[in-house]
Structure formats: C-alpha cells, structure tokens
C-alpha cells in the first residue's frame, strides 16, 4: 500500500516470475475443456493455489534459500488475491474480512493437497481435487491428481535456476 501511495514500485523478483508461470499454466485451456473444470472464479482459484503449491513444495526442499523464495513466492500470491478483490470492487472497510476468509481457504486448500503432493499420494490427492477443483467427476480428478504428481516429479528434476526461467509443467493428459 505504502508503495502505491509513494509511487515506489517494487523490484522484480524472482518469486513475480514463479508466480506468473503458476498463473499461465492454471489457465491452461485443457482443465477447463478436457477435464470440465468450470470457468468461475472459484474454480480458477483453486487451480492457481494448486501450482502455487506444487512451486512451493519444491522451493521447500532447496533449504533455507529455497523457503525463502517459497515465503516470497506465497507473500506475492496473497498480494495478487488482495489486488484482485480490489479490482473486483471491494472496498477497504471490507477486504480484510475478505482476505481473512480467503486465506483460510488458501491454507485449507493448501493443506489438503500438501498430504497427497508430500506421500505420493495419488488416491488422496485425487480426492482432495474432486473436493476442491470439482472437475467433471471422479476420472477427471484422478487425471488432474496425476498431473499434479508428474509436474511435482518435472519440478524435484529441475534446478531452481532452471525453474525460474521456465518450470518445466506436465500436459494434461486423457
């Protein structure tokens, strides 16, 4: 706030960049056409948290720089949410509130998926995705859980340099 005020703008960090690639891969048209995930808000949501979360995890296992990138990369998916219910119209006696109940979906979101993400989990984690994401039915989740397992296999193979410039992501497969 104190940086739109002054008109400071934030330097570029790599965190910005994880975040953007997190952001175009959940908007890859194939979750919403070949696995029917619905177009809405929520559901963008919940794909966007999903990406973050597989950044997160790996970023985790690179120590303490690695956390530290992983706190920035969360720090800048927290502004974006406050950013956009900004701009979706909600005003400032009521976007803490807002905020508060988003972060505890975040967190709840989050926490679902880390179990299945963490013990290779596949059947909770699809489980966790027809909960949340709600694609087309149970097949549709055990896809998108499969997706999230290669993409998590993609990402431990990759340096975080190698990240940075360009995560290499699964395709939705089926």
């Known amino acids: 706030m104190l940086q739109r005020l002054f008109g400071l703008k934030r330097r570029p960090d790599a965190a910005d960049g994880l975040y953007a690639q997190a952001v175009d891969q959940a908007r890859d048209?194939?979750?919403y056409g070949r696995l029917g995930v619905a177009d809405r808000i929520d559901s963008r949501f919940d794909l966007y948290v999903l990406h973050v979360q597989l950044l997160?995890?790996?970023l985790q296992a690179e120590g303490e720089a690695g956390r530290d990138?992983?706190?920035r990369l969360f720090d800048v998916f927290v502004s974006a949410l406050d950013n956009d219910l900004r701009e979706l119209g909600v005003g400032d006696l009521s976007i803490a509130k807002k905020m508060r109940k988003l972060s505890e979906h975040v967190y709840g979101r989050m926490s679902a998926y880390e179990a299945g993400l963490i013990d290779a989990d596949e059947s909770a984690l699809s489980e966790a995705i027809a909960r949340n994401v709600a694609p087309t039915g149970p097949e549709?989740?055990?896809i998108?859980?499969?997706?999230a397992m290669v993409t998590r296999e993609r990402l431990a193979a990759q340096s975080v340099d190698q990240m940075i410039t360009s995560a290499n992501w699964a395709k939705i497969e089926g």
């Open 69 to 71: 990138l992983a706190q």
């Open 140 to 142: 549709a989740a055990a």
């Open 144 to 147: 998108l859980a499969r997706y």
């Open 29 to 31: 048209p194939a979750f």
């Open 56 to 58: 997160i995890l790996r």
